[in-house]
């Protein structure tokens, strides 16, 4: 059951940020909720679950961005097996951390983003965007976690 309503979860997250989140822009830049749907599982459940939720959150995004397909696919995977790895040796179970980790990774998957698909965008603006994005998405990350934290327990 909590599988299911994890994937819901999901599903809501992406439309969400899909539609209702362009409302809410601060300087063109919203917060990336599929990332976070994707460090949730990470946290929460078995690894090979885990994987599976952040390529299926992957696959999401791909399909509701404008990126070249498969980009956000393959970099959510790896990154729920850096958060696997990484959970393992440090603790990650409070929202101050948690909010370091996403700001983290959404800065890293926006580089990695660029990188993959050549994106000419000067230096200065992406850098910019980068920090925005991935500091909104931190500042995010606490109410999406306590929406979340009575079906994770």
Not at 42 to 57: D, E, K, M, N, R
């Amino acid at each position: 059951m909590k599988k299911i309503i994890f994937l819901i979860f999901i599903l809501i997250l992406g439309l969400f940020q899909a539609t209702l989140l362009n409302y809410f822009r601060v300087f063109l830049v919203k917060p990336d909720c599929l990332l976070i749907g994707m460090v949730i599982a990470s946290l929460f459940f078995h690894p090979f679950l885990a994987i599976g939720f952040s390529v299926f959150s992957g696959i999401y995004k791909d399909i509701l961005g404008f990126n070249y397909f498969g980009i956000n696919t393959l970099l959510f995977a790896l990154w729920s097996i850096f958060i696997i790895r990484l959970s393992k040796k440090i603790s990650i179970d409070n929202n101050p951390t948690r909010a370091v980790l996403i700001f983290m990774v959404v800065a890293l998957n926006g580089i990695g983003v660029r990188i993959i698909s050549g994106a000419s965008v000067s230096t200065g603006i992406f850098l910019k965007v980068i920090i925005l994005e991935s500091l909104y998405t931190a500042l995010v990350t606490p109410l999406i976690f306590k929406f979340m934290q009575p079906v994770l327990e």
